[in-house]
């Protein structure tokens, strides 16, 4: 294996907010529960030598660490345990294969492997028990496998872990001695069980000291700190053992709005999640197998692959459903913040909840619409003090690693910015239409349509209130900024970048993503017979569409904002075509459409921008702005499924080979500890790590032939 | 203030395994839940300058850390907000106050004082549900107060707090704002609330930028790492604000043996500890005042008292009072070990639950009898092939941090050792026999004793069969070891030392406290008409006598064993006495007694050791052996009360001015990080550190006029 596939990777349950990750040198993975990081937990994984008895090859995720056993024993008295050798396995021998359900690490003759099915959730209201508890088992599988065929002598295999010694301790589990199964559990919320016949556990302070001791009963130690399950592979035999790695919370986690893990409903305590998993860990294993071939194209290149195996682990890795009185309450938590639904990261895993369960997506709308909608004014950078009528908007989140926000409020949003923490009204309210629009064309959910046309009249009519407060003044682009900031000015999703893409006013990415949704809008009320609201949504999206055209500068590409004084080229301008795409509005892509010059000059624009010392780093890699150097991963995969599928951009163009250059930022060493991430700085990754957000790559699946 | 005052102590409640730990400059203390070590959290409290507005006087509990907000502000997008001016206070400008409940810093004319009453905890099963609410509520509580009547501006003093980022986030507590009380809570867990009115939350990334925000309203920052809770006291006035520190756990928190907090049944949630604390506020703020007198004596110098109030507020910190299937179950975790009850810790603890809660050392004892008991055989060192009847005994522990081992197990021991983490059986039966005779003795229970008479007979039948499996050739002390040991050797309680005081066979520290059970059975058979294992008790202990009288050197002192080549001299030979004369064998101490050539002996012994170059350092604190200079002080306590309350030790001896030296220790920075410790290398704490044993300075509350 290239030193390259050394990054660390999620290997998630479906909702459970767990991780059980690993890929990274060093201490760097293991079980991590609701973190925003990985845990950084010694892991032993290995097998003994053929040719050295007492020699185990142990895969590089531990280091040789301080003995805790130092904190007991302050003297030398005479007791001297025998200990095994550890031999670390160099990065260079090993060989990886990584796909989006099946991480396997294989030496020689060993190998481990860890299956983390993707299932589709049911949706609640009418799935059967058994297929939710099915879907929702908080654990992934892994197996340990030796061919000793040719081996002259019995060799021991074991999977180990070290957890950070901040508040549970590692324990054999007793209680499930008496099922036949082994099991390393640290208090009440994880661990690894087996039942493979002859598997052991033991516990003591250091690895080498368990695998040195042949009496496998002397240390059942619980004041130890590392714990292994080992088996022994007689000589002539291969043998595998199977691993369930269990998470479990109980009782209420979350509060502000008070909610309980969902698969409590089907998973008591750990133990049950042990049991259930090990009875049927053929089927979750084969399972693995099937949903591999979900995320698999024959046109995807090896490059692609690895996008979408990556982005849709870590996605997983966020995933959270609860409980909340008794209705699933489905949560995406934001990686290293933890922020609860993001809106403005919602949209960009819309299509990968769209392929998978969209009535999650329902269910995030719904639950902005109960508790985190609001209503403001609006009011003119020029007259900060005059203010208009607004209308309904949405929070940014709905809070911070599982503490709820108010009502109405974000955890992010601050008054008086006009920087980063400023509120995202606009943006937010565009991003809840979005997603609405998309599930509605794609799913066909007349019923929920029907039951929100106000909604989406009211919605409308905010969305019209910020472009200008008087009508006849309206070019279709945000104008007005809402009372929320306080005398700021709002803010996009693009937050941390300078206002070339930060700004909302003004700004030519809002502006597509905005006529996606006039468009959608437009349709919609047609549908129901509000012609009325329909030909105010033509005439925004018309507007919209001129005022970009009149904006072109001389190379016919785009600024970044049709305010005075913006100098910058970005991508994301192309980014907001794809909701329309996918809303039900295929058809202004046509040449026969009212907008053919407006998609013309997008294409254009992006051939302008995306090139060497504009939009394109020096390796081909993708810049989304040239007012900074960071990109943000997932909206390039985003716009490139737009550029080749929307914009038919020509597959020989330079910048179509940059997938490799973008695998190689999540794998450069600096970068791989963080699993999947985002925002890259030139190629370093700086914010947005162990993030969710990066499913936009499922999008590739959708195209035709480009790639 | 001195600067020797900053040393961290414990502000615990009764039995809920939590701390708010203060007193060492840096982030070195807060709100720990279950934890070995302070939570290391950065502590801000502070007021304003009376001459600098916008500069805050801040206690030196927090550094100048890494500003979280770089995590998500990556450019500079012009937002600055204005900073107050924190000044970190000179430890050498504070005054500190320091008792077992009350424990307040001062500087100029502002005060922060905490409350921790050392509540008795009244027998569930016949006390009223609100005594025991009142009891175990898990909070202490707090109060800033500043004396701004010659201030010529309003000022605003403060409490907040940062977080360890590792799982739950702090929030602003809405659901209590109805009630008119302001919070900062992290998660389900944790939190500070106070109902002065006025009092306001806020939420940052930094305490300077909540601080220098004038909009009280702006900072309600879900995302940021730092809460805030503030008060403006207005010029001319005094304004004291109240706070509840209050913990919570609900559910299932324990794994082995399946318990929740017995606080549950009276606080649901963290809001209903929030509420009960600040309503009741000024009765616990009394009776803090009311239960340090609890622990006063006129004749206690300044340095015992410290040893006291320090000793007492550790061991609250590792307090546990649980419900097991309805049933109380009390625990001490034993420090940063968190070993759950550890037997020859309790004994030691012994002596404070007899003050306080008998019922506690009764519930230990019975747990350690229906769950953690067992019978063993015995061998002779020199023939470790041929067992004999062993008997009843206990392990040395239940488990580990929230873990229970098995029954009949502990964390603890391991086979095939002759040190650290052998079994200590004779050590734990001795133990367990000491508790339970004290127990009888102090509270009179006829009904426990006859109750538990058998079980008596077999302990003592134990105890003979490990001085020798022939009666006739018994002395009285340890010969045998446990075939638990799988051909070790059993250690003592001083499992970190050399063999002097770690081995158990033939140790003179252990004969001296089994003679102490011997007397103690011997009244319990007598009383209840077992005349013939009364008189067996009273040959065991006259052996004992005999044996140790046996084995005096030269000098008159013992030697640390009645093995062959112990040379080293010991000071806990005197340990064992307290037990006689707490279980009703005060008539032993008699010069009419038929043991007065072994009290005196006794008294020959401490006088030969007790002196420099033997059992005492240069600077006339004790020193356990001569084979090492790892010192504990809780041993120390206990020989100290030994030494002038039963030996009557002369007064004016040099080591009777010891406690200051010892008080040193404590205090001493590179130890004081870690409240209340133990094991001390010559002064250096390396071991047992925050740790609950230190109460057996309660003894000297019991002291004549000696000191």
Same mark, same amino acid.
């Given at each position: 294996?290239?030193?390259?596939?050394?990054?660390?990777?999620?290997?998630?349950?479906?909702?459970?907010?767990?991780?059980?990750?690993?890929?990274?040198?060093?201490?760097?993975?293991?079980?991590?529960?609701?973190?925003?990081?990985?845990?950084?937990?010694?892991?032993?994984?290995?097998?003994?030598?053929?040719?050295?008895?007492?020699?185990?090859?142990?895969?590089?995720?531990?280091?040789?660490?301080?003995?805790?056993?130092?904190?007991?024993?302050?003297?030398?008295?005479?007791?001297?345990?025998?200990?095994?050798?550890?031999?670390?396995?160099?990065?260079?021998?090993?060989?990886?294969?990584?796909?989006?359900?099946?991480?396997?690490?294989?030496?020689?003759?060993?190998?481990?492997?860890?299956?983390?099915?993707?299932?589709?959730?049911?949706?609640?209201?009418?799935?059967?028990?058994?297929?939710?508890?099915?879907?929702?088992?908080?654990?992934?599988?892994?197996?340990?496998?030796?061919?000793?065929?040719?081996?002259?002598?019995?060799?021991?295999?074991?999977?180990?872990?070290?957890?950070?010694?901040?508040?549970?301790?590692?324990?054999?589990?007793?209680?499930?001695?008496?099922?036949?199964?082994?099991?390393?559990?640290?208090?009440?919320?994880?661990?690894?069980?087996?039942?493979?016949?002859?598997?052991?556990?033991?516990?003591?302070?250091?690895?080498?000291?368990?695998?040195?001791?042949?009496?496998?009963?002397?240390?059942?130690?619980?004041?130890?700190?590392?714990?292994?399950?080992?088996?022994?592979?007689?000589?002539?035999?291969?043998?595998?053992?199977?691993?369930?790695?269990?998470?479990? @919370?109980?009782? %209420?986690?979350?509060?502000?709005?008070?909610? +309980? /893990?969902?698969?409590?409903? *089907?998973? =008591?305590?750990?133990?049950?999640?042990?049991?259930?998993?090990?009875?049927?860990?053929?089927?979750?294993?084969?399972?693995?197998?099937?949903?591999?071939?979900?995320?698999?194209?024959?046109?995807?290149?090896?490059?692609?692959?690895?996008?979408?195996?990556?982005?849709?682990?870590?996605?997983?890795?966020?995933?959270?459903?609860?409980?909340?009185?008794?209705?699933?309450?489905?949560?995406?938590?934001?990686?290293?913040?933890?922020?609860?639904?993001?809106?403005?990261?919602?949209?960009?895993?819309?299509?990968?909840?769209?392929?998978?369960?969209?009535?999650?997506? @329902?269910?995030? %709308?719904?639950?902005?619409?109960?508790?985190? +909608? /609001?209503?403001?004014?609006? *009011?003119? =950078?020029?007259?900060?003090?005059?203010?208009?009528?607004?209308?309904?908007?949405?929070?940014?989140?709905?809070?911070?690693?599982?503490?709820?926000?108010?009502?109405?409020?974000?955890?992010?949003?601050?008054?008086?910015?006009?920087?980063?923490?400023?509120?995202?009204?606009?943006?937010?309210?565009?991003?809840?239409?979005?997603?609405?629009?998309?599930?509605?064309?794609?799913?066909?959910?007349?019923?929920?349509?029907?039951?929100?046309?106000?909604?989406?009249?009211?919605?409308?009519?905010?969305?019209?209130?910020?472009?200008?407060?008087?009508?006849?003044?309206?070019?279709?682009?945000?104008?007005?900024?809402?009372?929320?900031?306080?005398?700021?000015?709002?803010?996009?999703?693009?937050?941390?970048?300078?206002?070339?893409?930060?700004?909302?006013?003004?700004?030519?990415?809002?502006?597509?993503?905005?006529?996606?949704?006039?468009?959608?809008?437009?349709?919609?009320?047609?549908?129901?017979?509000?012609?009325?609201?329909?030909?105010?949504?033509?005439?925004?999206?018309?507007?919209?569409?001129?005022?970009?055209?009149?904006?072109?500068?001389?190379?016919?590409?785009?600024?970044?904002?049709?305010?005075?004084?913006?100098?910058?080229?970005?991508?994301?301008?192309?980014?907001?075509?794809?909701?329309?795409?996918?809303?039900?509005?295929?058809?202004?892509?046509?040449?026969?459409?009212?907008?053919?010059?407006?998609?013309?000059?997008?294409?254009?624009?992006?051939?302008?921008?995306?090139?060497?010392?504009?939009?394109?780093?020096?390796?081909?890699?993708?810049?989304?702005?040239?007012?900074?150097?960071?990109?943000?991963?997932?909206?390039?995969?985003?716009?490139?499924?737009?550029?080749?599928?929307?914009?038919?951009?020509?597959?020989?163009?330079?910048?179509?080979?940059?997938?490799?250059?973008?695998?190689?930022?999540?794998?450069?060493?600096?970068?791989?500890?963080?699993?999947?991430?985002?925002?890259?700085?030139?190629?370093?990754?700086?914010?947005?790590?162990?993030?969710?957000?990066?499913?936009?790559?499922?999008?590739?699946?959708?195209?035709?032939?480009?790639?």
């Amino acid at each position: 294996m290239k030193n390259d596939q050394m990054f660390n990777a999620h290997h998630s349950p479906v909702g459970a907010f767990s991780s059980f990750t690993l890929g990274y040198p060093g201490p760097s993975g293991g079980f991590g529960c609701e973190l925003g990081k990985p845990a950084d937990q010694h892991i032993f994984i290995g097998y003994e030598s053929a040719s050295e008895r007492g020699v185990f090859n142990t895969f590089p995720f531990y280091e040789e660490s301080s003995d805790a056993e130092e904190d007991f024993v302050l003297e030398d008295q005479g007791d001297h345990l025998e200990k095994a050798k550890l031999r670390c396995i160099e990065t260079s021998e090993i060989e990886r294969e990584f796909t989006p359900c099946i991480d396997r690490w294989a030496h020689n003759e060993f190998e481990f492997t860890i299956f983390s099915p993707t299932h589709a959730i049911p949706n609640p209201a009418t799935a059967s028990e058994e297929a939710m508890k099915t879907v929702l088992i908080p654990a992934v599988f892994a197996q340990l496998r030796l061919d000793n065929r040719k081996g002259d002598h019995d060799r021991r295999i074991f999977f180990g872990f070290q957890p950070s010694n901040f508040q549970a301790h590692i324990r054999e589990n007793w209680n499930l001695c008496s099922k036949g199964i082994r099991s390393l559990c640290v208090g009440r919320d994880y661990g690894v069980a087996s039942n493979a016949e002859g598997s052991n556990t033991a516990i003591h302070f250091t690895a080498d000291t368990i695998l040195g001791e042949p009496d496998r009963d002397r240390f059942h130690f619980g004041n130890g700190t590392i714990g292994l399950l080992d088996a022994v592979v007689p000589k002539g035999e291969i043998v595998t053992i199977p691993l369930v790695m269990a998470f479990h @919370r109980s009782g %209420l986690v979350t509060s502000g709005i008070e909610c +309980s /893990y969902y698969y409590n409903r *089907f998973f =008591p305590n750990l133990d049950s999640v042990i049991l259930h998993g090990l009875e049927h860990f053929e089927s979750y294993r084969a399972s693995a197998q099937t949903e591999n071939e979900k995320w698999h194209r024959e046109t995807l290149t090896d490059s692609q692959r690895f996008h979408i195996a990556h982005s849709i682990r870590s996605y997983y890795g966020s995933t959270q459903l609860l409980d909340r009185a008794g209705e699933p309450m489905w949560v995406v938590n934001e990686g290293e913040y933890r922020m609860i639904n993001t809106l403005d990261l919602t949209i960009d895993q819309l299509f990968f909840e769209m392929k998978q369960n969209p009535w999650t997506t @329902r269910n995030v %709308l719904e639950h902005y619409l109960e508790l985190y +909608s /609001y209503r403001d004014q609006v *009011f003119s =950078p020029g007259e900060p003090d005059a203010y208009h009528p607004g209308g309904l908007s949405f929070s940014h989140d709905m809070g911070v690693a599982n503490c709820f926000t108010p009502q109405g409020e974000s955890c992010y949003e601050i008054s008086g910015l006009k920087g980063c923490f400023s509120y995202m009204t606009h943006e937010e309210l565009v991003n809840w239409l979005c997603c609405a629009l998309v599930y509605l064309e794609q799913t066909g959910d007349e019923a929920w349509a029907h039951q929100y046309l106000q909604t989406f009249k009211d919605l409308f009519e905010s969305l019209c209130n910020r472009d200008h407060s008087d009508s006849e003044q309206r070019n279709g682009i945000m104008g007005m900024d809402s009372s929320r900031t306080k005398g700021g000015a709002e803010i996009t999703t693009y937050d941390s970048l300078d206002p070339s893409l930060g700004r909302s006013r003004g700004n030519c990415y809002l502006a597509t993503k905005t006529w996606s949704v006039y468009l959608g809008l437009e349709k919609l009320f047609r549908k129901y017979g509000n012609n009325d609201d329909a030909d105010l949504c033509l005439s925004q999206s018309t507007r919209i569409m001129k005022t970009l055209l009149g904006a072109v500068r001389e190379d016919g590409s785009l600024p970044s904002s049709i305010e005075p004084g913006a100098e910058t080229s970005i991508l994301p301008v192309i980014e907001g075509l794809v909701y329309a795409w996918f809303n039900g509005r295929k058809d202004v892509f046509e040449p026969s459409s009212g907008y053919v010059e407006f998609i013309s000059m997008m294409r254009v624009h992006l051939e302008q921008v995306l090139k060497p010392g504009c939009c394109m780093f020096d390796d081909g890699s993708w810049r989304l702005t040239t007012g900074n150097t960071n990109s943000w991963l997932s909206k390039i995969y985003l716009c490139q499924f737009v550029a080749r599928e929307l914009l038919a951009f020509p597959e020989n163009h330079p910048a179509m080979k940059s997938d490799e250059a973008h695998e190689n930022w999540l794998k450069s060493p600096s970068n791989a500890y963080w699993a999947w991430g985002d925002q890259f700085y030139a190629g370093e990754l700086k914010g947005s790590r162990y993030y969710p957000r990066g499913v936009t790559s499922v999008l590739w699946l959708d195209e035709k032939q480009h790639c």
